[in-house]
């Protein structure tokens, strides 16, 4: 990896001077592009947001232009700009699988959870892949809608298409137990400490269950276990205070 290093950095130093050699001759949306993506690879977010505003304004119909944008505002933190460059990507074509699974993703994280659901679900009706990390965002923008009975499915289908992955049992079992389903919520807790034993949100349902059971001590001997893991899980240790 340490000499790999030095010749990408020599590739990608090379490919920029020869895109700015080509821009300063006839720029083009597409080059300027490109040019960005290397800024970007760079981390010279000031130089790669001077070539993408100058890509659109030369081609305002280059999508990927304001998807970029929309990429580095939300890398910096503003929504509001990365919400809005995301928008016009999409007013300009409909959203691919890949655009409309960033828009949901930025529109949860400005807790936007009404249409965020809508565009995971746009996503995940295009995408031919595992979509594991889709079903969860979009189970999660459903929780925070209420529509408990539709993320309720959404994770069944997980954990029944991706039994391996933790994730979908841990967050059916959080969701059951939210509703007080603890008897079906406490199978998939420990189904997702079997494939994860570090899983310390795992080990918390199932001690909380116990707890509801009248078991103090069953939940203090899980919890302790999941200490050993994670010795400062901020949630273990105040559940461990509170019980104490």
Same mark, same amino acid.
């Given at each position: 990896a340490s000499l790999l290093l030095p010749a990408l950095n020599r590739a990608r130093e090379k490919a920029k001077a020869a895109f700015e050699r080509s821009i300063a001759l006839q720029p083009t949306s597409k080059s300027l592009i490109q040019l960005a993506r290397i800024h970007m690879a760079n981390r010279q977010e000031i130089s790669a947001q001077a070539a993408l505003e100058e890509a659109v304004r030369l081609e305002p119909a280059a999508v990927i232009g304001y998807q970029l944008l929309a990429r580095l505002a939300k890398d910096?933190?503003?929504? !509001?700009? !990365?919400?809005?460059?995301?928008?016009? !990507?999409?007013?300009?074509?409909?959203?691919?699988?890949?655009? !409309?699974e960033e828009i949901g993703d930025c529109l949860r994280a400005a807790s936007e959870f009404v249409a965020a659901a809508e565009y995971y679900r746009s996503a995940i009706s295009q995408d031919e892949g595992e979509r594991r990390n889709l079903l969860l965002a979009y189970a999660e923008a459903l929780t925070e809608l209420a529509d408990q009975s539709l993320a309720e499915h959404v994770l069944e289908f997980g954990v029944s298409r991706f039994g391996e992955d933790p994730r979908f049992a841990l967050q059916l079992g959080s969701l059951l137990l939210a509703q007080h389903r603890p008897q079906e919520a406490k199978p998939l807790f420990e189904q997702a400490l079997a494939l994860q034993p570090a899983l310390s949100e795992a080990r918390l349902g199932l001690a909380r269950i116990a707890l509801e059971a009248g078991d103090p001590q069953r939940a203090i001997r899980g919890l302790t276990e999941g200490l050993r893991h994670d010795p400062y899980h901020r949630e273990t240790l105040e559940l461990l205070h509170q019980i104490h």
């Open positions: 910096r933190g503003d929504l !509001a700009s !990365a919400k809005g460059r995301y928008l016009e !990507a999409a007013t300009r074509q409909v959203p691919d699988r890949q655009l !409309a």
